[in-house]
């Protein structure tokens, strides 16, 4: 699928599960535009050669600096942002063939894309949090020097 399609595709999933959590409608583009970013993320790093987790942990590091600046940008809740953007990354088809596998008694093949699906869940969960974690830092760090200059 070429870069084009792959765009194409992630904004209107992310924008189509924008509507689904009955986002705002003017919030709806710009959901679609984070998850569109996310996924061009994973999918430049992985093609690049970087592991497909380590590639979903900066994809989904990207949907939430993103979503904590639209958030604080057009006062709108992160979640709304962040939920939208992450779609793209969740790994449902790899959950599906593991499953699919365990029904038709391929063990191997079903504990190995089952484990490939759940370190890809706990990457998005690490990379979002990261994000938060360095974004509590910065503000901390920018109330200590405002108070110091008081």
């Given at each position: 699928?070429?870069?084009?399609?792959?765009?194409?595709?992630?904004?209107?999933?992310?924008?189509?599960?924008?509507?689904?959590?009955?986002?705002?409608?003017?919030?709806?583009?710009?959901?679609?535009f984070?998850?569109?970013?996310?996924?061009?993320?994973y999918i430049?790093?992985?093609?690049?050669?970087?592991d497909?987790?380590?590639?979903?942990?900066?994809?989904?590091?990207?949907?939430?600096?993103?979503?904590?600046?639209?958030?604080?940008?057009?006062?709108?809740?992160?979640?709304?942002?962040?939920?939208?953007?992450?779609?793209?990354?969740?790994?449902?088809?790899l959950?599906?063939?593991?499953?699919?596998?365990?029904?038709?008694?391929?063990?191997?093949?079903?504990?190995n894309?089952?484990?490939?699906?759940?370190?890809?869940s706990?990457?998005i969960?690490?990379?979002?949090v990261?994000?938060?974690?360095?974004?509590?830092?910065?503000?901390?760090?920018?109330?200590?020097?405002?108070?110091t200059?008081?």
């Open positions: 699928m070429s870069i084009i399609e792959q765009l194409v595709t992630s904004f209107i999933a992310s924008a189509g599960f924008g509507i689904i959590f009955n986002v705002p409608k003017e919030s709806l583009l710009k959901c679609g984070v998850g569109m970013v996310g996924w061009i993320a430049l790093l992985s093609n690049g050669g970087i497909i987790v380590l590639a979903t942990v900066i994809a989904s590091f990207i949907v939430a600096v993103i979503s904590q600046y639209f958030a604080k940008t057009y006062k709108t809740p992160i979640i709304i942002f962040t939920v939208a953007g992450i779609i793209p990354l969740v790994p449902g088809g959950a599906y063939d593991a499953m699919r596998n365990f029904v038709e008694n391929d063990y191997n093949m079903a504990i894309l089952a484990a490939k699906a759940f370190m890809i706990g990457s969960a690490m990379g979002l990261f994000s938060e974690a360095i974004n509590q830092a910065i503000r901390k760090s920018k109330h200590r020097l405002t108070r200059l008081r």
